[in-house]
């Protein structure tokens, strides 16, 4: 538990420690000794310092678990990080799990810690879409995935965070930065474009892009 406790602050906190605290974590200084690094330092570089950020923006797609016993037949490298698989919660394609209520622990903790208000700034699923034969895109696996996350971000509100505001990920298709394939979709306009690099480039609104234009208009209101 210890050692997760670690990695989760070392590996996620540390940049937002230091820009939302306006200092380097404690542990820093044994770390930078450990592994031979130097900070230089001029006069007032401190006090620069503590001029902190407004707000903390972050992502959030998908939770991870961690085991003391991580092997090839209980894991998923999930294209960034390999993780338990976690056997309550659905996942994507790609081995992601979709976790709404993590969002919402996410955010409390967060809020906990800096005491500053929150921008979620990146959510969204990458899944495989399809044009039917009518020539629709009915990705109600995605807006399902926004539905759930966007009502988990109005749970934390009501939890007492506060909220910036929220921006999905992301309004077109395009390569995927984790995996270098266009065929991992996350836009409300479809783009005629394969792995290859082959296709017309022609834009096609999807089912999501409806649904969302109505979560905008409403504010978030409407979900249905």
């Known amino acids: 538990m210890y050692g997760w406790r670690w990695r989760r602050t070392a590996k996620n906190l540390f940049f937002i420690d230091v820009q939302a605290r306006g200092a380097y974590p404690v542990w820093a200084a044994r770390v930078f000794r450990e592994k031979g690094v130097t900070i230089a330092k001029q006069p007032g570089d401190d006090e620069i310092l503590k001029n ?3 707000f903390v923006s972050f992502s959030y797609y998908a939770s991870r678990c961690a085991s003391a016993e991580m092997n090839a037949s209980n894991t998923n490298a999930a294209n960034i990080v390999k993780s338990l698989k976690n056997p309550h919660i659905p996942a994507s394609e790609w081995g992601w799990g979709i ?3 993590g969002l919402r622990i996410t955010m409390n903790m967060m809020y906990d810690r800096y005491q500053k208000p929150l921008f979620l ?3 969204g699923l990458g899944a495989r879409d399809e044009i039917d034969a009518n020539g629709d895109i009915n990705d109600d696996y995605r807006i399902s995935y926004l539905r759930e996350h966007i009502r988990a971000m109005r749970d934390a509100i009501g939890d007492g965070i506060p909220v910036m505001g929220y921006t999905s990920w992301g309004c077109i298709d395009l390569v995927s930065a984790s995996t270098g394939e266009m065929s991992k979709r996350y836009g409300f306009v479809y ?5 290859a690099g082959n296709g017309t480039l022609a834009r096609k609104r999807k089912k999501s892009f409806f649904w969302y234009q ?3 208009a409403s504010n978030g209101a409407d979900l249905d």
């Open 214 to 216: 109505k979560v905008i």
């Open 121 to 123: 700034v990146e959510n």
């Open 191 to 195: 783009v005629d474009r394969d792995d």
């Open 99 to 101: 976790d709404p209520l």
């Open 52 to 54: 902190t950020v407004d």
